[in-house]
């Protein structure tokens, strides 16, 4: 019922650029905090940015900040997470995931979240 399904990934050389969609359905996304998570081989899965239900306040960790946006088009049940300048350590399976309808507040741990879609692959790499 409610889903989250994330696409864009892909292979792109350093420095290159992709942008991550996470469609949603099955719920009104306007009611829901999203974040963006990740996963490289052997490590654990980190937050690495998040978006306010309106869009007005967004995090980002200190690795991706400057270089990453998040975004969210509500009318169209769709989140972004544009990439820029990536670099090899960006390499991981990238989540989106949604917090249940209760919380507010943008948060970074993946305890906090409630909702998963089922991660798109990014590899930077020359």
């Known amino acids: 019922q409610l889903q989250l399904v994330e696409s864009g990934g892909g292979l792109v050389q350093p420095g290159g650029s992709l942008r991550l969609s996470c469609a949603t359905s099955?719920?009104?996304?306007?009611?829901?905090?999203i974040g963006w998570f990740r996963q490289a081989p052997g490590k654990e899965r980190a937050g690495i940015s998040c978006?306010?239900?309106?869009?007005?306040?967004?995090n980002y960790v200190n690795s991706v900040k400057g270089r990453f946006t998040i975004s969210r088009d509500n009318a169209k049940n769709t989140v972004y997470l544009q990439m820029n300048s990536l670099e090899p350590d960006d390499t991981a399976i990238y989540y989106c995931?949604?917090?249940?309808?209760?919380?507010?507040?943008?948060?970074?741990?993946?305890?906090?979240?409630?909702?998963w879609g089922q991660g798109t692959q990014v590899t930077v790499s020359s």
């Open positions: 995931a949604a917090r249940s309808r209760a919380a507010y507040s943008c948060a970074d741990y993946v305890f906090q979240y409630d909702y």
């Open positions: 978006i306010s239900k309106s869009g007005g306040n967004t």
């Open positions: 099955g719920f009104t996304l306007s009611d829901y905090v």
